[in-house]
């Protein structure tokens, strides 16, 4: 069974830096690709960041040049640091990875956490 498990969310002041990890256990091969994804109710769930096991990131252009997702391939963990933040960035961030399982059957699948809510206000 493989779960992810985000961490780090929290209160912080506009302008501050939190950073999120990822980490992902239980029976896995691989982890293909790993991103981060955001939702405020009323509202779809909007990609902030993904990166491909090769290192090939993509942003969500609201949050170019402030957010950077990396991973720690040994770890099987992710990570979304997050600087300059603001108002709008509040929302319950998910975690979502590409995995391919030791155990039948053998094929890729997206699993997702269970999220950690991001608050930035004054």
């Known amino acids: 069974q493989v779960q992810l498990v985000e961490s780090g969310g929290g209160l912080v002041q506009p302008g501050g830096s939190l950073r999120l990890s990822c980490a992902a256990s239980?029976?896995?091969?691989?982890?293909?690709?790993m991103g981060w994804y955001r939702q405020v109710p009323g509202k779809e769930r909007e990609l902030v960041a993904r990166i491909s096991r090769g290192g090939s990131t993509n942003y969500a252009d609201s949050v170019k040049g402030r957010f950077t997702i990396s991973t720690d391939n040994a770890k099987n963990t992710g990570y979304l640091q997050m600087t300059s933040l603001k108002p709008e960035d509040t929302a319950v961030y998910y975690c979502?990875?590409?995995?391919?399982?030791?155990?039948?059957?053998?094929?890729?699948?997206?699993?997702w956490g269970l999220g950690t809510q991001v608050t930035v206000s004054s």
């Open positions: 239980g029976s896995i091969f691989s982890i293909n690709a």
């Open positions: 979502n990875a590409d995995i391919t399982p030791r155990t039948f059957p053998y094929t890729a699948r997206p699993y």
